[in-house]
């Protein structure tokens, strides 16, 4: 939904802006929510920067009655512990989190290593953006006909563009698996969005380890290309708190529903899939080492469906900071 919005807010020049960080009982007591059943995640400003609001009085709490969230109700005890850790409890303690963190992420330090070059990114597509939602979905079942390697650029340059945030967003690293994208070999990488190139971890036919890796499932060795989203946990908890936690699994997210966009906007298709977080961080390593496996999304042609053919010249979705 968070990638949804601010690509729309970004093609309709909204300027939208991500806050991650806000007092959540304030919040949640303004909409009126049960905080033991549902709460505030995060908030998305839309519209360019005004004149300062006015301060406010206390707000009343809003008690508006509503039908229940679901027939048949299931409690999971963890998640609200883990919702009531992150939260922030203060003014105070929002200013302190927007001061928290460097850039995270990114390449490891040491020697230069070998690249393979991705082509340029494609900016344009057959489908506009409302279709490319409407259609969006979670493909059942890839082929294995190949992407080509501009589909691929685009993809990753569309996943790991810029968010406007009031923190730094490049907390996430992007990690693949290619089986079957032209002018590319078979094997495991690192993306480095800065080169616009993969930097090599392992060579060969992969497919079986990839469908291991999520949860085994054939869809992780039939699709086209696998993307794995990792982040330094340890990190991004020391710079942020408990509520990094959060953040990283929202930027990863933001990340993954990028790559939905841009392979529906592109023709293909795409699916979220579960994963065996230990064995996806062993995998990558020793690159990936010190980092934790929060997303993983499968990319590739619908079984049956050959290769869709691209109409048109309207544009893809937009990084929030254009």
Known sequence: MLANLLAVGGALQLAPRLFTGFVDADVNRLLGLDAEREAALELVA???????????AALDEIGHPTIPLSPSEVDYPL???IHAASMLTTPDDVRVWRRGGGEGGGVEGGAPRPVVPLPSPRTASG????DTIQRRGSTRQFGHAPLSGVELATV????TGDVEADVPASLVDLYLIVNAVDGVESGAYFYRPEDTALEPIRAGDLRGESAYLCLEQPLGGDAAAVLYFLAPLDEILAAFGDRGYR??????GIAGGRAYLAAYALGFG???LTFYDRHVVEF???HAAGKDAIFVVA?????GAGRATIVGNSILPRRPSA
């Open 46 to 56: 839309l519209g360019p920067d005004g004149s300062p609001a006015p301060p406010v």
């Open 79 to 81: 998640l609200r512990e």
């Open 127 to 130: 489908r506009g953006l409302g």
């Open 156 to 159: 990753l340059w569309a996943a």
């Open 247 to 252: 953040l990283a699994n929202l930027l990863a």
């Open 270 to 272: 795409a699916t979220g």
């Open 284 to 286: 990558f390593s020793p």
């Open 299 to 303: 990319l590739g042609r619908s079984a």
